[in-house]
């Protein structure tokens, strides 16, 4: 259930390589969607019938329609901002999977990982993170082009994972 409210995820693939995964949490898009119909069936309750069709074949379809086009909204949404990182063991490379292509940087390039982090803007501001790479030469590469919420503890979690694989490959490198 929890990821549901959180979009980082930590793990590893079928090779071993660390992988870690953003995508918009989607809890709050559910809630919304769980509750469309009962608003779509108090719009029509109040409206009487529409179009000469019966008030319930009516409503039926709209709240039909309603959650299938949410639920498209949601599936499009996800797929369309996931972004993948991951340790490439192999070629010795951080790997950016994202919608825009695969982007890879050495690992000897890397100093480490940091979160960039700044206030979201809307009803209620909070501050949302994006992964970036530090590079030796102190350019930052933002790993995602998208910030995301995240708590504490997956920040930690987060940092604690990519920064010891990184510096375990840096240390087989030398």
């Known amino acids: 259930m ?6 980082i995820t930590i793990g590893r693939d079928a090779a071993g390589n ?9 809890g709050i898009m559910l809630f ?5 119909p009962l608003v779509a069936a108090g719009g029509f309750a109040s409206s ?3 179009l000469g069709l019966p008030l319930v074949i009516a409503g039926i379809s ?5 959650s299938a086009s949410g639920m498209a909204f ?6 369309r901002s996931r972004v993948r990182v991951g340790i490439d063991r192999a070629s010795a490379s951080v790997f950016l999977d994202s919608h825009g292509g695969r982007k890879t940087i050495p690992i000897r390039d890397i100093d480490k990982a940091e979160l960039g982090s ?10 949302v993170y994006r992964l970036e790479f530090v590079l ?12 995301y919420g995240a708590s504490p503890g997956d920040r930690e979690r987060l940092m604690a994972a990519l920064n010891q694989e990184l510096g375990v490959r840096r240390a087989m490198l030398s």
């Not at 949601?74 to 797929?79: E, G, L, T, V």
Request: charge should be positive; aromatic fraction near 10%; charged fraction near 20%.
């Open 2 to 7: 929890k990821k549901f409210f959180t979009s």
């Open 18 to 26: 660390l992988a870690i995964e953003f995508t918009p949490a989607i």
């Open 32 to 36: 919304g969607l769980a509750a469309s």
């Open 48 to 50: 009487g019938p529409q």
């Open 62 to 66: 709209f709240v039909v329609v309603l």
């Open 74 to 79: 949601m599936i499009w949404d996800r797929s």
């Open 118 to 127: 700044t206030r979201s803007m809307g009803k209620r501001p909070a501050t």
């Open 136 to 147: 030796r030469n102190g350019e930052r590469v933002p790993a995602t082009a998208e910030y």
